[in-house]
T-cell receptor, first 111, second 111 residues
Framework: DQQVKQNSPSLSVQEGRISILNCDYT??????FLWYKKYPAEGPTFLIS?????DKNEDGRFTVFLNKSAKHLSLHIVPSQPGDSAVYFC??????????FGSGTKLNVKP | NAGVTQTPKFRVLKTGQSMTLLCAQD?????MYWYRQDPGMGLRLIHY???????AKGEVPDGYNVSRLKKQNFLLGLESAAPSQTSVYFC??????????FGPGTRLTVL
């Protein structure tokens, strides 16, 4: 049973608009959450993370929000750019040892 | 500074054959991981290591073995390959178990 879920396999957004990618988790023990971006034929690259003691973390155009009561996190990209088109994975861990990944959301930013 | 490298990039095996995938990192990271990525499943942790000489099971360890004899290398072995092990394999490394740096992946097909 997947402990981290990304229920939207794909998302299409116009350039300049906001992209919102969502992720849900079931294990209340998770205390660290990350987002990775993946281009075809490459390994994932780290984007942004958040600890469970925070509810928001911002890095340039990327902001991650964490709602612990709803066991939900989201990644906001503002403004979206064509180069952001990729597959985005959310991941969660506890004790920083094992990491659990969602199935990914493919973002397409249209020029 | 090559980061994380994986050898080989592609491989085709027949059922029952064995092989070893090599992961090497030059960032002096303590933590190393092996994942497999299958369509619709995201990345699933096979085995991981928190330091030289240590290994631990992840989510899907069956049919795989690993070794971490040197800090910079993490080997993944398939003793008797099965078609269910057809996948893309990613190695990653990191410090403090937080963000991970991924290799480019190995595409394995078992006939």
């Amino acid at each position: 049973d997947q402990q981290v879920k990304q229920n939207s396999p794909s998302l299409s957004v116009q350039e300049g608009r906001i992209s919102i990618l969502n992720c849900d988790y079931t294990n209340s023990m998770f205390d660290y959450f990350l987002w990775y971006k993946k281009y075809p034929a490459e390994g994932p690259t780290f984007l942004i993370s958040i600890s469970s003691i925070k509810d928001k973390n911002e890095d340039g155009r990327f902001t991650v929000f964490l709602n612990k009561s709803a066991k939900h996190l989201s990644l906001h990209i503002v403004p979206s750019q064509p180069g952001d088109s990729a597959v985005y994975f959310c991941a969660a861990s506890y004790n920083f040892n094992k990491f659990y990944f969602g199935s990914g959301t493919k973002l397409n930013v249209k020029p | 500074n090559a980061g994380v490298t994986q050898t080989p990039k592609f491989r085709v095996l027949k059922t029952g054959q064995s092989m070893t995938l090599l992961c090497a990192q030059d960032m002096n990271h303590e933590y190393m991981y092996w994942y497999r990525q299958d369509p619709g499943m995201g990345l699933r942790l096979i085995h991981y290591s928190v330091g030289e000489g240590t290994t631990a099971k992840g989510e899907v360890p069956d049919g795989y073995n690993v070794s971490r004899l040197k800090k910079q290398n993490f080997l993944l072995g398939l003793e008797s390959a099965a078609p269910s092990q057809t996948s893309v394999y990613f190695c990653a490394s990191g410090t403090s178990g937080k963000e991970q740096f991924f290799g480019p992946g190995t595409r394995l097909t078992v006939l």
